[in-house]
């Protein structure tokens, strides 16, 4: 889909908060874009951020412990 491949060249994030039918390919294309430093992945900063992704991302620490 289009959605997946802005996120997956890293021009846009995966939002995972809600479920939707994309949702997993969405959140795989992101750790790829993520893991290759494409787009916004090359030089984005926490602060930079969304608050929304900030908070999502704190969560998701959290809980990898």
Do not use: C
């Not at 900030?54 to 620490?61: C, L, V």
């Amino acid at each position: 889909s289009f959605n997946e491949l802005l996120i997956e060249r890293g021009f846009g994030y995966a939002d995972g908060r809600f479920d939707h039918p994309f949702k997993d390919d969405f959140v795989t294309a992101e750790k790829r874009a993520r893991r290759e430093s494409r787009g916004l992945w090359g030089s984005v900063t926490e602060e930079g951020k969304p608050e929304w992704r900030q908070r999502m991302d704190k969560r998701s620490r959290k809980s990898d412990r």
